[in-house]
C-alpha cells in the first residue's frame, strides 16, 4: 500500500473515532511493538504526555512513525484524553543471499543499488522497484533478458532472509546498424558517428557491441548533433526500432528527416545596459568570418568563447548570456543576449557514474569550485573539458538549490567509454617490407593519463617508443609528458651500425584562446660504429655521443574539432636548442594545414610542413638530420630520398613537404563499407653541411593517390596505393600501405 495512502486512510479512521476539537493528552499505550522500544517511538513520533492533540498533530506523529520504515501499518485513536497507538512493524532483513551471479563486482553493484538492506525492514513495495533496478543494471552491461525472481525465508514473526536468485542470461549484441528516411548522408559515414557498432569478431573487446538503453540515447544525441554541425538544424531522428533476429540479437534500425540545411546570415549583440557596451565591440568583425557560412553548434561555440574570452579579459563577475536562434526560409540569424546573472555562490559539486576515473581527474577539469561565484558560463565550459576529455560517452549537468538562497549546488554524471586504441600497419616498398604497431590507453588507472607504446620495424632497423602523458598534471590545463625511446640500425651493405637511447620531459599549456605553448627538455646517447667499407664522411662521424637540449613551441589551433576536421586551420612551429651537447645543433619545424568542406560530397585540406636544422660549431650527426615520412610523402619510403653518402640515405639539412587531399564520403555506395579520398603530395629532403661532395639531389619529388578506409571482415583497415610523379633514381619508394586498428 502506498504510503501516503496508509496516511490518509488512517486519518479517515481517527476521525471518525474522534472528535474534531483538541484533547489533553495525560496516558500514552502503544501496542504490537517487539523490535522497537516505547521510548524510540515516542522520539520518532514526537509524542509527549500533556500535549494537546489535533488532526494536525496526528498527521504530524503519523508522518514520522511512517518515515522511519520501522511500521507497516501505523493505528492512532484518542478518546477521554488517552492517545492509543497500534502498531504493526515490518519485518527485518536478517540475510541479502544473491544466487546465480558469481562475480563479486558485480554482487556488490547489486546491494549498492538496491534499497532493501540486511538489517533494514523488509517492505515488500520496494521489492518490486528494486528488481527493476538490478534488471536495468543488467540492461546496461548487454544482459537485456535478464530473470530475478525473489524469495522470502521466514525465520520467524520479525526476521527473515531475502534471497535473490538470478539469471542473467545471454548478452544481447547488435548484429546489424541502418538508417533510413531522408537522411542524406550514406549509412557508413552515419556508423562512424554512433558510439553503438554491429557485432565483428575483431570487436571482442568492444564494449559498444552490446545493446542497452543508454547506449541508444547515446547515439540518439550523438546523431542530433552531427546532423546540425553540418547545417540540417531541424533534423528529427523519427524514430528507433530494434528488433531481434534469428540468433538472438538485435538489428538496430533509426529513422531520420535531415530536413533544410541552413546558412547563417546575421549575428548580433545585445548588451545588457549595466555593462558597458564598447568592450564587445570587437565582435563586429569576427561575425563577419561565419556570415554565410552553413550553421553548426560548433561555429557558435566558437562565438561564445570569443564573448567568453572578452568576460574574462575584462574581469566580469555574475555575467550570463544566451543565444536566440532565428529561423527565416534556408537562413538562420544567430543573436547573443549578455546581462547580470543572480550572484550566486557554489556551495557543492557532487559528481556520480565515474567507476574507473578518479574523482581528481574530474574536478581538475572544473572551471568553478566549491565556493566560487556560481555562472552558467563557467558550468558550460567546465562540462565542456570533460566531454573533451574523450574519456566520457556522456556528460550532463544538473543545477539544485543548496541550503541557502543565494548557494546552489551542481550534480555532474558521467558515462565512461572504452578508452584503449589498438593499431598495427605495414608498408611494402622498393627493397622490402615495414611494419608497425601501437597501443594507447587514455585513461591509465583511471587517473585520465595516457599511455602509448609504438614499435616500428623494417629490414634494416628497430625502433620503439613509450610515452606517458599527463595531460591535467596541475589541474590548471597544463599537460606534462615523459618519453622513452630507442632506435637500432644495422647496415652492413653501408658499413655502420647506430645506436640511439633518448629521455624527455615536456609541458604544454593554453597562453591564449586556441593558442599553446610549450616546453620541454631532452636527453640522448648516441653510438655510431662504422667499419672499413663505410664511406669517409660516415667515419669521420663515427663515436659516442651524448647531448642535452631544449625546446619550444607554439600552436594555434582554430579546426572545428580534432578529428576528421571541416573547416578551419592550425599551425605550429617549435624549435630545439643546445643545452649541453658533443656536437651542437639549432632545429626549427613549420606546419600548417587547412580544412574547407567546398560541397556536401568533397572536404578539402592543404598541408605545409618544413623543417631545418644546422650545426652550432661543427656538422649535423647522421642521427639528427632531417628527413620525410610515409605520411608526409606518401609513395615514399620513410627517409629514403635525399641526399646519399655511398648506398645509405643519410637526410639532410632541410626537408618540406606539401599536400593537398579531397575526400569523398559519397563516392561508393553504401554496401562497400568503404571511404576513398584523393591526394597530392610533393616535397624534398636537400642540404649536406658535413661534406659539399656528396649529391645533393635538388630534384622536387611528387606522388598521387588513393586512400581508402574500409570495414573490413577482420576489423577497420586504411589502405594508401600511390603512384610516384617524379622522382630520383636513387630515391626508394612505397606503393602500398596499410593499417588496421580497433578500441577497447
Known sequence: MNYFVKIFTTLIFVLMLTPLSAETVNKIIINGNKRISEETIKVYGEINLNEKIDEIKINKILNNLYSTNFFEDVKIKVSNNVLEIDLKEYPIINQLIIIGEKTNKINDQIRKTIKLKEKNSFIRSDLASDIEKIKKLYSSAGYNFSK?????????????????????????????????GDKKIRDKRLRSVIASEEDKFWKIISRNTKFSESLINLDLRLLSNYYKSLGYYDVKINSK????????????????????????????????PVFDKKIFFELNEIYKEYIGEYYSPFKIKDLLEEIDSIIEKNNLQFVEHNVEEILNKNNIEIKFNIFEGERTLVERINIFGNTITNESVIRGELLIDEGDPFTKLGLEKSISNLKSRKLFGKVNSEVIDGTKKNLKSININVEEMATGEISAGAGIGTNGGSFAFNITENNWLGEGKKVNFEVEVDEESL???????NPNYDFLGNSLNYSISSVSNDKPDQGYENRIISAGVGTSFEQYKNLYASLGLNASYDDLTTNSSASSSLK?????????????????????????????????????????????????????????????????ASKFYFSAINGVDDNVRL??????????????????IGPRDGNDHVGGNYSAALNFEANLPNLLPDSTNMDVGLFLDFGNVWGVDYDSSLPNSNKLRSSTGVAASWISPVGPMTFILSTNLSKAPTDETESFNFSLGTTF
Open 241 to 272: 526500432t530494434a528488433e531481434i533476429n534469428a540468433e538472438g540479437n538485435i538489428d538496430l534500425v533509426y529513422s531520420i528527416d535531415a530536413g533544410q540545411r541552413y546558412s547563417i546570415n546575421k549575428i548580433t549583440t545585445n548588451v545588457d
Open 148 to 180: 530475478i525472481d525473489a524469495k522470502l525465508k521466514k525465520i520467524d514473526e520479525s526476521n527473515l532472509d531475502l534471497i535473490l536468485v538470478i539469471d542473467r542470461g545471454e548478452i544481447t549484441r547488435i548484429s546489424t546498424i541502418s538508417f533510413t
Open 623 to 640: 642521427s639528427k638530420r632531417t628527413g620525410l615520412s610515409s605520411k608526409r610523402l606518401r609513395g615514399f619510403e620513410k627517409n629514403k
Open 463 to 469: 625502433a620503439g617508443t613509450l610515452n606517458y602523458l
Open 540 to 604: 669521420k662521424q663515427a663515436g659516442e655521443f651524448s647531448e642535452i637540449s631544449g625546446n619550444y613551441g607554439f600552436s594555434l589551433d582554430n579546426r572545428d574539432r580534432t578529428f576528421m576536421p571541416t573547416s578551419g586551420n592550425i599551425i605550429t612551429f617549435r624549435q630545439t636548442l643546445p643545452l649541453f651537447a658533443d656536437k651542437k645543433f639549432i632545429a626549427n619545424t613549420l606546419s600548417a594545414s587547412a580544412y574547407k568542406s567546398i560541397t556536401e560530397n568533397v572536404i578539402g
